[in-house]
C-alpha cells in the first residue's frame, strides 16, 4: 500500500505539473514548484501518517474515486468535481502565460500558509473520523457510526469545509487570480455532494438526522 501511495503520489505530481506548466508554457514559475513540492509533502507524508496511525482507514481512502456500489449521484459529482478541477490548473497556467493576474509575493506566502492550514484540519479530521471515505456510503462492515467530537462538534462536514482554504490558498500560491472564478464553482459542486450525502447518511446511518439537528451548520459556522 505505501508503494501504491507512492506511485499515486508522484502520478499525481506529473499530472498536475504537466497541466500547469504546458498550459503556462513555461518552467519558469516559483509558484507552482512551491505547490508541487507541497503536493508531494502532504501526499507522501500526509499518507505515511495516517498508514500508521490508522491502517483501515488508510486501506478505504487509497480506494478509487469511483466504486461499485457507490451512489449514482456521487459519481456524477465526482465525475463533474474531477473534470473541472483539472481545468483549474489550466486556467491558472493560462493565468499566467497571458499575465491576467498580479499578485505580490506577500499574497502567495498568504496562499501557502492557508494550504498548510488545510492539511491541518485534514489531519484533524482523519484523526477523529475513522470512516472518512472517499465515497459516500455506509460502512456497515466496519462498524459506521456517527462522529460528533472534535470539529464535528462545530460543522457536520469540516473535510469540505478545509477545501474554503484549499480553493482559495492555490490561486494565490500561484498569482493566478482567474483560478478563484473556478474555485467558486468548485465550492458550489461540493456543498451540492454534502447535501445529497446529508440525505443518504440520513436515511442510512442511525443518529445522523439527531446529529444534523445538533450541528446546525454544514461548512461555516454561522454562516451555512
Not at 501511495?5 to 509558484?31: C, E, V
Not at 507522501?44 to 501518517?49: E, K
Not at 459529482?77 to 493560462?94: D, K
Not at 465515497?135 to 460528533?148: A, C, K, L, P, Y
Request: glycine share 10%; net charge positive.
Amino acid at each position: 500500500m505505501i508503494a501504491k501511495l507512492i506511485l499515486r503520489t508522484i502520478l499525481a505530481m506529473l499530472l498536475l505539473g504537466g497541466l500547469l506548466f504546458l498550459s503556462a508554457g513555461t518552467y519558469d514559475w516559483p509558484g507552482a514548484w512551491a505547490f508541487l513540492a507541497l503536493l508531494g509533502t502532504i501526499g507522501l507524508g500526509g499518507g505515511s501518517w495516517l498508514a500508521a496511525t490508522d491502517p483501515e482507514l488508510f486501506k478505504e481512502r487509497m480506494k478509487p474515486m469511483f466504486q461499485r456500489g457507490q451512489k449514482g449521484w456521487d459519481k456524477k459529482l465526482m465525475g463533474a468535481i474531477l473534470a473541472l478541477w483539472l481545468s483549474w490548473f489550466v486556467v491558472m497556467g493560462l493565468d499566467l502565460r497571458y499575465g491576467w493576474s498580479s499578485v505580490p509575493l506577500s499574497l502567495q506566502v498568504v496562499g501557502f500558509l492557508l494550504l498548510v492550514l488545510m492539511m491541518v484540519i485534514v489531519v484533524y479530521v482523519l484523526r477523529e473520523n475513522r470512516f472518512a471515505a472517499p465515497v459516500v456510503r455506509v460502512q456497515t462492515e466496519r462498524g459506521h457510526r456517527v462522529v460528533s467530537t472534535g470539529p464535528y462538534a462545530f460543522v457536520r462536514h469540516p473535510m469540505y469545509a478545509s477545501m474554503l482554504f484549499y480553493g482559495l490558498g492555490v490561486p494565490l500560491l500561484l498569482g493566478a487570480l482567474s483560478g478563484l472564478i473556478v474555485a467558486a464553482a468548485l465550492i458550489v459542486l461540493i456543498a451540492i455532494r454534502a447535501v445529497f450525502e446529508e440525505r443518504t447518511l440520513a436515511a442510512e446511518l442511525p443518529g445522523y438526522a439527531a446529529y444534523a439537528e445538533r450541528v446546525r451548520y454544514r461548512l461555516v459556522p454561522l454562516v451555512w
